[in-house]
């Protein structure tokens, strides 16, 4: 019979899910672009998102208060008495096992008995002075000098436990020849460590020495690098306990542990052994401390873990800080913070690492010209695409505010057809929709022939060619109260919508985004959306109209659309030699000369819409004043839907345009 093969399944541990899907970086992208507009810059935004977290995963942020909420515990909890509360016990145990031997002894002479008693009962109160004087008494009870050899194997596996982990619960009950053992790898050790301190070790020593005492070495290290790295990180712990403890704590165990095994050899060992770790690894802390404040003792081996978690916890805050030159979170100790956090703390750092490698590496963010990171052009794409389907949404929610009835008006057929996508004004292919729809019922287990229902994947519409184009300006205001009345993100996220609608649906159009404060400038949407809000004053709009005209004139041939946006009246104008003149209130020239640039661009045709955001009762007329005398729209949007009226209004033009071209109207 042929034995068959087991196989067991478990959790997998070697390091990422490698079936786990790609991280999804739509959530960062818009949360980093967000306060990017908001004027931090990408690397500022990047570590402020991987700081908060998203919506439904903890950040660097909760990750380092569960640090410093551990360390905390760990202070709150213990005391560092432990050995010192053991060893009086088994003191106290033998002297009482004495006393009632000695007056159970008939046989002993008085003056003996009596010598032995006032002995006892003039113990020093010192536990290690008393511990140290009862060295060489002569024991007359069978447990009581069991109790007292068991101090003396304690203290030992104590101070191993300190230099080596798991060495207290590993040498319980041991005999002479396993101290024997321990004492020749501690001998051995010596003297590899100080060979490797001269540079006069090789490999084979190391293999030598891991072939004869590799068991007191669970981690197993590599090399002597890392058996180095592994032994200081403790020793360094156990020297930062000793400090941690009082004055009177540490005079006590530095005299009992003369009585270690019994063998003050093992103390000359183990000072050794802290001298070669000290010289080999000076950069470890070997002078810190910590106060305990608990009421759960430990030994000398459990305190000296405890110190290493805390060790640990401290470098973990460093690298969750992120706040030293070059930081990155593939810098993260994932195997320390799955100790001491847990598994998903781990994996939550791993996603946010994978996360900041992606928006790096994934062409998300590229470094400009001046050596600063910026969104790339692939970023604004996704963002563009995210901000329209938003602004898609709510003007679905708008009634009456689209020409369904004009749909398809636009251009000639070319005899193809697409998929639907939002924007699209050319009429639907039935017969392809119809089969979509049938062929997508049929994959999904139903019947065509008792009825179907349509989805949007299934429209399809017939392609055209556009007999009109149109050339955009977006001009958006850009003074400091935009900033200060939390217009100002929604304003890029505004222009981010439009020109992705603008280069993804009619690309045939032409879109100059131009900005007004104290001066216009006309800038791409990489520089709008990282611009920062400056505390200057100014409303500058005759300039931005100048700019409009400017780019108007470059493009006859086109429909010209001219979209403001404004929450102030015109306080500055551009005079003859280039300088801006500002005024507040707002000066009659600079009226006079915003009024005439307008009335400029309207004898030449142009479709304009004027935004009017707040409730300001002196731009609110003047708006109004203004697209009387240009036959203009006037839109008053709360902030949250200012990128559907601005979008909304494009697409109306558009549709206008196309209508007037064919010589109907509205």
């Not at 998203?54 to 202070?75: F, N, S, T, W």
């Not at 020593?205 to 790295?229: I, K, T």
């Not at 973990?316 to 703390?345: I, M, P, V």
Request: proline share 3%.
């Amino acid at each position: 019979m042929v034995p068959h093969n087991r196989a067991r399944y478990g959790r997998y541990a070697g390091g990422p899910d490698p079936l786990a899907p790609p991280v999804d970086l739509a959530e960062a992208l818009e949360a980093v672009a967000e306060d990017v507009m908001a004027g931090y810059t990408p690397r500022h935004a990047l570590q402020e998102y991987l700081r908060r977290g998203g919506r439904d995963r903890e950040g660097l942020d909760d990750l380092a208060r569960r640090v410093q909420q551990r360390r905390r515990d760990l202070l709150g909890r213990h005391r560092l008495d432990g050995t010192l509360n053991e060893v009086r016990k088994l003191l106290d145990t033998a002297v009482l096992e004495e006393r009632k031997q000695l007056a159970r002894d008939a046989m002993m002479d008085n003056m003996d008995r009596a010598f032995r008693e006032m002995q006892l009962q003039n113990l020093p109160a010192s536990t290690a002075a008393a511990v140290n004087e009862l060295a060489s008494y002569d024991w007359q009870s069978g447990a009581a000098r069991e109790a007292y050899e068991r101090i003396k194997d304690l203290l030992g596996r104590e101070v191993l436990d300190q230099r080596f982990a798991g060495m207290k619960q590993a040498l319980e009950g041991a005999t002479d020849q396993d101290r024997e053992a321990v004492s020749a790898m501690l001998q051995d050790l010596n003297e590899l460590l100080g060979k490797h301190r001269r540079g006069e070790d090789t490999n084979a020593d190391f293999q030598e020495f891991m072939a004869r005492h590799g068991q007191f070495f669970p981690e197993n290290p590599r090399s002597v690098e890392e058996l180095v790295d592994a032994l200081a990180k403790r020793a360094a712990a156990a020297q930062r306990l000793l400090q941690s403890m009082s004055a009177e704590q540490r005079d006590e165990l530095m005299r009992l542990s003369a009585q270690a095994f019994g063998s003050p050899e093992l103390m000359a060992q183990l000072d050794q052994l802290d001298d070669t770790l000290r010289a080999l690894r000076p950069g470890e802390d070997w002078s810190g401390s910590e106060r305990f404040e608990g009421q759960e003792g430990l030994g000398l081996g459990d305190g000296t873990g405890v110190l290493q978690d805390i060790g640990e916890l401290d470098a973990l805050a460093e690298q969750l800080s992120q706040s030293y030159s070059g930081s990155r979170l593939d810098d993260l100790d994932l195997e320390a913070l799955a100790r001491q956090l847990g598994q998903d703390a781990a994996v939550t750092a791993r996603t946010l690492a994978e996360i900041e490698r992606a928006m790096h590496d994934g062409g998300y963010l590229r470094r400009g010209a001046d050596g600063d990171l910026r969104l790339s052009p692939q970023a604004m794409r996704r963002l563009g695409k995210s901000l329209l389907r938003d602004t898609a949404r709510q003007l679905s929610g708008r009634q009456g505010r689209r020409e369904t009835r004009t749909a398809g008006a636009a251009g000639d057929q070319t005899g193809s057809s697409r998929q639907w996508e939002f924007g699209d004004a050319e009429p639907w292919d039935v017969t392809r929709t119809m089969t979509n729809a049938i062929r997508r019922t049929v994959a999904e287990g139903g019947d065509p022939g008792r009825g179907f229902r349509l989805g949007v994947d299934d429209i399809e519409v017939t392609e055209t060619e556009a007999r009109t184009q149109a050339a955009v300006v977006l001009l958006v205001d850009v003074s400091f109260s935009m900033a200060a009345e939390g217009r100002w993100v929604p304003m890029k996220r505004t222009a981010l919508a439009l020109h992705h609608l603008v280069s993804t649906k009619f690309r045939g159009d032409r879109l100059q985004l131009v900005t007004f404060g104290r001066y216009a400038q006309s800038m791409d949407i990489g520089q709008l959306t990282a611009l920062p809000a400056l505390r200057e004053q100014g409303t500058n709009l005759h300039h931005g109209l100048l700019l409009a005209g400017r780019f108007f004139r470059k493009h006859p041939s086109m429909q010209h659309v001219l979209l403001v946006v404004t929450d102030g009246e015109p306080t500055a104008h551009l005079l003859p030699d280039g300088e801006s003149w500002f005024c507040w209130p707002p000066d009659r020239e600079t009226i006079r000369a915003t009024v005439t640039e307008l009335d400029r661009l309207g004898r030449s045709g142009v479709q304009a819409t004027f935004f009017r955001l707040g409730n300001d009762p002196g731009l609110e007329r003047f708006v109004q004043r203004m697209a009387r005398r240009i036959d203009a729209r006037v839109v008053a949007p709360d902030v949250g839907g200012l990128g559907a009226a601005v979008v909304g209004e494009y697409l109306r033009a558009h549709v206008r345009s196309s209508y007037d071209d064919a010589g109907w109207a509205l």
